[in-house]
């Protein structure tokens, strides 16, 4: 089994900035993709920013420029800078990791909340 666990989340003001952790623990064997997801109220669940094991990564649009993926892989974690941060950012945002563990599956975080307001 593995578990993701998520971290950094909380209140912000428009402008500020978080970082978001997410590390994985487990029968892992090595670990493809790893990125974030994010949902906000009444939205569907959108891809916010990816990296592959080489060092890939790929963002929306919405991002691009303000938020930086980047990983760990001797930790197995990943993690989301978040800059300039606007209100419709605001979300619960999601970890998802695609490990080989014997099989080869995606498993998904718990969520951590992303509030940014004045």
């Known amino acids: 089994q593995v578990q993701l666990m998520e971290s950094g989340g909380g209140l912000v003001q428009p402008g500020g900035s978080l970082r978001l952790s997410c590390a994985a623990s487990?029968?892992?064997?090595?670990?493809?993709?790893m990125g974030w997801y994010r949902q906000a109220p009444g939205k569907q669940r959108e891809l916010v920013a990816g990296t592959t094991s080489s060092g890939t990564t790929n963002y929306a649009d919405s991002v691009k420029g303000r938020f930086t993926i980047s990983r760990d892989n001797a930790k197995n974690t990943a993690y989301l800078q978040m800059n300039s941060l606007k209100p419709e950012d605001t979300a619960v945002y999601y970890c998802?990791?695609?490990?080989?563990?014997?099989?080869?599956?995606?498993?998904w975080g718990q969520g951590t909340q992303v509030t940014v307001s004045s």
């Open positions: 998802i990791a695609n490990v080989y563990g014997g099989s080869r599956l995606d498993y």
């Open positions: 487990g029968s892992i064997f090595s670990i493809n993709r």
